[in-house]
Nanobody, 120 residues
Framework: QVQFVESGGGLVQPGGSLRLSCAAS????????MSWYRQAPGKERELVAA??????????????KYADSVKGRFTISRDNAKNTVYLQMNSLKPEDTAVYYC???????WGQGTQVTVSS
């Protein structure tokens, strides 16, 4: 069945960095656009970054887009050979604190997410 396992979250000081990973299984990963969303306490889930599919190829490319709040600080990437999508987060701010989720464009299913806390 479709499964997403997010990892890499944790507690980091403002200005620090984290790299999130999402290992996907149960579908043809390379044919799916992938996204990272986040949900902060008391707020709605929001799109952070997205990367297009590579049409079934094993390349690591794809076009990307970002929320204005993370442009220039976050980078989304994918490794189709590993069925994994990444989110490199630099210059983290307290307002980046949230549970981060990955999602496939092919399904409405969500994983368990990974908590990111930015605090001194």
């Amino acid at each position: 069945q479709v499964q997403f396992v997010e990892s890499g979250g944790g507690l980091v000081q403002p200005g620090g960095s984290l790299r999130l990973s999402c290992a996907a299984s149960g579908f043809t990963f390379s044919r799916s656009a992938m996204s990272w969303y986040r949900q902060a306490p008391g707020k709605e889930r929001e799109l952070v970054a997205a990367i297009t599919s590579t049409g079934g190829s094993t390349s690591t490319g794809g076009s990307t887009k970002y929320a204005d709040s993370v442009k220039g600080r976050f980078t989304i990437s994918r490794d189709n050979a590993k069925n994994t999508v990444y989110l490199q987060m630099n210059s983290l701010k307290p307002e980046d604190t949230a549970v981060y989720y990955c999602k496939s464009s092919l399904f409405s299913y969500w994983g368990q997410g990974t908590q990111v806390t930015v605090s001194s």
